[in-house]
Structures are given as C-alpha cells and as structure tokens.
C-alpha cells in the first residue's frame, strides 16, 4: 500500500485544462476561490499585520512561483519548518497549490529527528524561516539532496509578486488527493508520516462546523503549533469557512487572554496545560467575554478540577477526541452539552464513526472498555511507505486507534487511557519506544522503561526505570543530559529510576502499569 | 450516457456487510447518523405534530420495513405523490434508505402528466397519502406496471414499528448513488427526470451551511411544496445541520407569519410572490422579530419595489439563483450583502462556480451578459434516459443553464432573463413548448406561441398567441378550458389572443419577444 500511497500522488493538473468535466470528487482550490468569495474579509491576524484572503491569495500565488522556480512540481512532498507565522501558512498554501504534498515538521525535533523525516518522506526541497536557520543549516550533512531554502526569499526573487495575479495554481481538488503528510514518532520509535487528504481535511472542517455551528464573527485562535494536525486545522477551516485565524508564534497566556478581550475571538484551540495557565493568568473577577463561545481542548482527557474551575468561571469548554490520523477532530462536546456528561470528550462529528471494540475486534456494547476505532472520510488512507502498519491500522475499513474507552449508552465517548506506550505530556504524544531506544543507547544502560505518570499542568510527564550492565555507572543527571541531546525537550524524562531490573510478565513483556506505580510510590 | 445513469443504480448494500472500508466517498447514513446524535432534537414540526430524530428515525424504518415488504429493492424507482406532511417526509427517507431513489411527482399535475413521468422514470411503486388518493386511483390504466400503495399502510401493516428498532438501512451512503430523479417538463414538452445523487444534495448543504452561517438556534421553515427541489433540500439540510424543519402543508401567509413570530423561526424559503403576500398580510407597525435572520427568495429575480419594502420593513432577504440540476442553490447574497448589491443573486456557493459563457462558448469578462454556467460537485450527473440532452447539457464540464445575466467585476450574479421558452410564474418553471403542444392538439389550432408576461404578484404569467385553421373557429374560454383538463393549473394560460398567424424571423423561428410586447400592448 505504502507504494501505492507513494505513486498514487498525481501531477498538477487543471481539470479544465484535461477538458475532463469536475467529478463530483472535485471541489475548487479552497484558498482562490475563497479569495473570489471573500477578498476584503481578514484572513489572517499576526503579530500586528492584518491579511485579507485576496492578499493571502497573492501572496501564495508569489510564493508558488517561487517554489516553482526552484524546481517543485506536482507529486512532491515539500518539508517545512518554521513558527506560527504568515510564513508557514503561505508555504502550507502554495506547495499544494502545486500540486505537491507539504510535510510540516515539528520545530522542537532535534536536527537528527527532523533530517529521519525529511529522509522518510523524500522531500526534494526543505523550506525554513529565519528562525529556523540554523537548525536548517545543521540538516546540511544529513539531507543532501533535500535543497533548503529560506522562505523570505520566495515571493521575493520572483518579484513580489503581489500584483501579479494569481499565478499557476491548480483550479479544482480532487478530494482523494494528496494534500499533507503529517509525521509522528511512531510506536517503534521511527518516524511515521500520516497521508491526509484534501477531502480527510475538508470532511473534518465540515463535521466541525455542523458539530460547533457557524457564524459571521466568528474569529478563531491558534497558539497551537501549525506543525500538529489541530493547528493546521484551524488555518483550513478559516479558508472554507471563510473567517479570520487569529494566529500566535507561541502560547502565552497573557497575550492570548488579551486577544480573546480585544479581538472578539468566539472560538480557541488548546490542550489542557493551556487552558490551565489562561485560568491562572486571569484574575476570577475578570470573566472572559461572551463572544467567546467555544473553548477547544484537545490532546487528551481534561482534568476534572479543571473541568470544576471552567464551570465556575463559566468559561465554555468543549472538550474534543482527536488524532492525526484523522485529519483532528473525531468526537467534540459542544459546550452546552459539557455540564450533563462531565468528562465525555462528546459524541462523533457528522462524518465520523466511532466503535469500541473488543480484543477479537467484535463491537462492544455501551459502557465496555476497548479499543477506540474510527471510520469515515476523514481517515488517512495510510502511512507512507509503511504497508504493514497502514494494513494494521485500517484493518477491516476501520482505524485503530489503539486508545482505550467506551461509549455511554447514548453514544457519548469516555476516552479512559491513551495505549499504555503513549505518553501525553501537555498535548504531545510522546512514544516511551522511542526514548528508551534512546536511553539504551548509552553504553551504561542495559534496559529502559519509559512511561507517563500523572501531572496536574501537563497531563502526564516522561519518567524512565533503567537497570545498568554490571560495573558500570551513570547519574541520573547525565542520563537526562544524554537524553537533551538526542530529543525534543518533551521527550525527554523528568526522572529516572535505578532498578535492578525491569518488572515484567512471563513472556517478558514490560509491564509499564508497575512501572508507574513504582514511580508514584516513590 | 442515459443507460449508464440507469444502470448504475446500485443494488441496496451495506459496506460493513461487504467489509469493504468505508471509502473517503462515503459518509454515514445521515437520518440514523443524525438520531444517534441528537436523538431528542426535534426534527420536524407539522401541524401539532413534533418528531424528534430519533422518532423520525423509528418511523422511517417502520416505513422501509413496509416498503421492503411490497418488494422495494435497491436501485428501483419509487414515485411520491403527496402533500407537504410527515407522510411526504417518511417515504423519501424510507426509500432512498432502502437503496431505491424517490422521484417525488408534482402534486399540481393532471393525471396524464404524472403517468408520464412514472412511465419514464420506471418506477415500480407510486406511494401516494389520502389527499391524492384519486389521482392515483385514474392513473390505474396509464401506468398499469406500477403498484400504488396509500403512505398510511406502509408502516401499519407491518406492526407500526415505532419500537421495532431502526431496521434494514444503509450503514453508509456512497456519494456517488443516486438519491432523488427530480422531474421539469423540459423544453421540449417531455417531462425530463434530474439524476442527484447524495453527494449532489450533501454539497448543496455544506455550502448554503458555508455561506450563511449555521446556529444551534436554527429552525427552518418549510411552505415550498416538497417535490421542488427547493423544498426537498430543507429536509436534507435539516437531517444534516440538526436543526429542526417546520413544515407547512401549503403556503397560507397568516400561518408563515404567526410560526415566525411564535415559533422562532430563523430562516425560511420562498418564492417572490409568497413574500409579497406576507407582508401584504402583515401590519407594517408589527415588525418580523429579529430571531428571523434569513428570508431565501428563489425562482425568479426579485423585483426592486419588494427588495426596496424589506429594506424598510427591516426584513433580511437572501436572494438566491438556483436550478433542479444544481440540487437548489447556486448563488446567493447573504443578507447583509443585500443593500450594497440590489438586484444580485449574489456569489456562487463555496463547493459551486459559475461562469458566463458567450455564444462560442468561452468565459466573457465582467459586465457581459451571456449564457449561465455552474460546475461542481452539486450538479447532477445527467438527465435519467436522456443521453443527447445529458450531452448537451453538460458539454464541457459545465452545466449550461440556458439562463442568461452576467457577473460584476467583484463575482456577483445578477440574473437578467431565463431563456425566453421558459416562463417563470410563482416560482413554478413552465416550458413554452409543452403548452404550445397541448393547444396544438386542439383540432381548430393551426399554430400557437406561449410566453410570459410580467405580473407584479407571480412574477410572471402564462399568455398564448393562435391562429386557427381555415373555416374553423373557437373561443378564448374554450381554449382555456381544453387545456385545463391537460395541464397544470399554473401552466394554463390566462389570456389567449388569435392572430392570422405568428411572428417569424426569416428561419421560421418563433420571435417569442415580438409575440410578448404584442400581448403587452394590448
């Protein structure tokens, strides 16, 4: 399958330039179109500029040139690392206005992370902003034939462009089309590039709005990375709908409880370390206004207490199930519905399917555990080049999600664990595989075990239980230090154990629920 | 292309029964998808009457298990003859659950017009409610293949079902299966049957939903018969948003206006002519409430002095362009695009384009009137068993509306004229060639011209021009009466002028314009 992923991207093409009537899989390019619907409306709001969707239109146009004069064409998969900037989204537009498939990469990655991806993925060319440089830079030795670029340099060396008309660009989607490749660590620590369609993305903006509503003011937020699938949401859903992303280069709570005061935002996404520090940041006489009708929190269950705390400063929660694999959003709680089902992350959007299933994969009835399944359009159609684990994981035309809960008997979903090999710290799924592999690369460590346990900001933290080959020493200070420089920063352990050896069952499987125990017992 | 569309009706199928994975062209069935949701929102007010979807769900299965019972397959035609009422609504969602697709027959035909639509369309079955149980009892003879069954004992006989549980449907819906064949009488005379498929009318949904915003508040009224394609979109989009549909067995001014005030009505569909007389009916000291934040005027150009008196009587108009081939909406102008854009029909809807073509067939520039052209994924796929009309229709990719305005230079469409053989009155096409047909089978009619004339209430109506044969004579009421037994009462013509003979051009041509200003001038 992982072949035909990689084949199956198609050359930009026009549907009217193949005389070929648009099938009803095809639907305009969203960001022209909306820019002929909507040319004075604000698109983007960032730092202290202001872009309409015709001068983001332009913009993109310029920024397409660009990167076709650098050689990008149809079928390509384009990388790109850089902040939450005007920068990233016209990058994100113009590659696949080209008809090329754009690779966000995660900024906090190390070079050595990062260059795994851009390999995996074979990307012909790497696009950076200016904060990214030198990281970029870095990649040099790794990635030889990826070219790099600096984005600053695209509109301008082909004349800025902006009033050159839109330029080529593709003029309708088909919606089996390759649109994004969005990468995470992967179970067995490497990488593993998720394929989203235009149509996984378009289906998912629309359950959302028929899930969350739709109005003329609406402004949403985005202080998420770009680079996740809930940030990258947000900058397509403004285009369809057609309303302006409020966008931060970073989460800071003041300024984002500034935002939400001064710019009539109505909806933010956040994850629940987030949402914490906003509540903390603010005084309790202060309420938020009431144009503020939805507060997004994703990226795992949100704490009761905080939960409590929402209620009480009447701060309108929609707690929400997503994941990559499905282009964000499966489940959402719309806020009206938050008091009567305390803990739910909601029922399933329109064009969603959730199941709970069983170990024999049978469908449980409500209010039995098992592994949470999804099915619909929104679904990836699989893992680039990696057929086994895309089989896997949409065996019999569902995705398995490998989280754990149950649906209440009137469809509403109880996410109960992520799978135990999963640790969600402040929104980022982090795979204790892949650290371990890490921490067992150092000469002293003879095995590792790596889990999450409770933590009231983000959710989880990384904690690790290592047992030493005999004779030799480390601290535990130098296992972290070790650690910093092989992985982003929230992955790396907050602590780590001494034991002399690792609790396991009879077949010798890690048993990771002592683990944890022994962790919070100490 | 005709034996194409009909056999590629597909067969009734589950995809989890085929365990094929649901593929990113389907979607969950939308009634039962939506009763899972929102299984207490109240799905449709009638009379007293309130179903929830979860009410509206059981007896739909009630009503498939009936239909199933008479042996209503999957890919049949099941014709639909009925008033405004659950019985209408049941029975289009119980057939197309089953796989078959509903050709709902207009209830203003005469019994020869319908028989030949159900002969056209093959349907096997003619569902009809007590209203028209006469009509259906004279069509006995004419179309004697197809069975005829009163709604009322479809979910009767079979136990009424309503605690049954939900019954044999469709787990999912491929976007590509036919739903509905909507039928027009077509230019020629004949009736001409409209494929749309489920992703024709979910697109239609998704981008009215885009264009005017979505709210949990929303309550659509429906007095627009159900078999125009304007009134069935309602109840899809109903099924879709989650919002209730109040449904009006017919158009009377005094109800619109009491259920807009009592309640809470947000958005309701019209023609010219019914607007009219609601605010004929209304005190202009009584003003709308303001919960009512969306009037869609369709089926015709609004006329300025009724655009100028909701101005001042504050009520929000949205003016909309739209056609049976493109599952309803086109274009259409917001509300409060309304006073910067008097006269428009607004921007085309985000999953629709439109272009004004010249007569050689390429796009004009801004400002120039010519031929208007949609595409996307909400234009149907042809017409049923009509391959050269289907062709013609849609040469090039673009559906060829035969109607002619033109786009200003920021995208908005004002339409100036229907085709000259249509005649557009009270929002009801009626083609000049079926009723210049029908007078021509009078044995005194040598030749006849139809066309309309403007009228301030219905927008327009139905004039004739004849001359007779040699030595015969006949009178205007009699002529009128011939055609009363034959037509529909709104396709009858309300004045018939005699002439020695018609206006011509040199090819032979009828000059319909010259036959109009003479009925004008006199």
Redesign the interface.
């Known amino acids: 399958m992982a072949d035909t992923l990689r084949t199956r991207l198609p050359e930009s093409a026009s ?2 330039a193949l ?10 390019e ?1 960001l022209s ?2 820019a ?2 909507s ?1 004075e409306r604000p698109a983007i709001f960032c730092d202290n500029d202001c872009l309409t969707f015709a001068d983001l239109d332009r913009l993109v146009a310029a920024t397409a040139r660009g990167l076709a004069a650098t050689g990008v064409r149809g079928g390509d998969r384009v990388a790109l690392l850089a902040r939450n900037g005007i920068d990233f989204v016209r990058v994100v537009h113009a590659v696949t206005r080209l008809g090329a498939a754009i690779v966000p990469l995660h900024a906090r990655w190390s070079a050595i992370e990062l260059a795994r991806v851009v390999r995996d993925c074979g990307a012909t060319l790497l696009a950076h902003d200016d904060a990214n440089a030198t990281t970029a830079a870095s990649m040099a030795d790794l990635v030889p034939a990826t070219q790099r670029v600096p984005i600053t340099t695209l509109a301008e060396q082909h004349g800025g462009g902006r009033d050159e008309g839109f330029g080529p660009h593709l003029e ?1 989607m088909n ?2 089309r390759v649109h994004s490749v969005v990468y995470t660590s992967g179970t067995s620590g490497t990488p593993k590039g998720t394929v989203l ?1 235009y ?2 993305h378009l ?1 998912n903006a ?1 359950g959302s ?2 899930n969350l ?4 003011d609406d402004r949403w937020l985005a202080c998420l990375p770009l680079y996740h699938v809930g940030g990258l949401a947000i900058l397509l859903r403004g285009v ?3 309303i302006p992303v409020v966008l931060h280069e970073r989460f800071e709570p003041a300024a984002v409880n500034r935002d939400i005061d001064e710019k009539g935002i109505t909806i933010i996404s956040v994850v629940s370390a987030m949402l914490v520090r906003m509540l903390e940041e603010r005084q309790e006489s202060h309420p938020y206004p009431p144009s503020l009708r939805c507060v997004l929190v994703g990226g795992g269950p949100v704490p009761h207490p905080l939960l409590d705390a929402c209620a009480r400063r009447s701060v309108p929660v929609a707690q929400t199930y997503g994941l990559t694999e499905a282009a964000s959003q499966v489940t959402t709680l ?1 806020p ?1 519905d938050a008091l009567g089902h305390p803990g739910s992350a909601g ?2 959007l ?4 959730v199941r709970i299933a069983g170990k024999d994969g049978d469908a449980l009835p409500p209010g039995e555990l098992g592994e949470i399944l999804v ?3 929104t ?1 990836t ?1 699989g893992y680039l080049d990696l057929p086994q684990e895309t089989e896997a994981a ?1 065996r ?3 995705l398995h999600t490998g989280d754990i809960g149950y649906l209440d008997a ?2 509403y979903l109880y996410v109960r664990d992520r799978r135990d090999d999963v640790i969600v710290s402040g929104g980022e799924n982090v795979y204790a595989a892949e650290v371990e592999e890490v921490l067992c690369s150092h000469p002293a460590v003879k095995e590792a075990g790596v889990t999450g346990v409770p933590d009231t900001l983000w959710g989880e933290r990384v904690v690790a239980t290592v047992s030493l080959r005999d004779g030799v020493h480390v601290s535990e200070a130098d296992l972290i230090s070790f650690c910093r420089s092989r992985l982003a920063p929230y992955k790396i352990p907050r602590r780590v154990r001494f034991a002399g050896a690792l609790p396991r069952n009879a077949a010798g499987k890690l048993l990771r629920r002592a683990l944890r125990e022994e962790h919070q017992r100490s």
């Open positions: 549907c009217a005389g070929r009537p648009a099938s009803s899989q095809s639907v305009p969203w179109h909306r002929r619907l040319p309708c919606l089996s369609t149509g996984n289906w629309m709005a028929l509503g739709l109005r003329d369809v709908y057609g719309p009206g029922k399933q329109f064009f969603a399917e099915r619909g359009p679904v159609p949409l019999g035309g569902w009137e469809g």
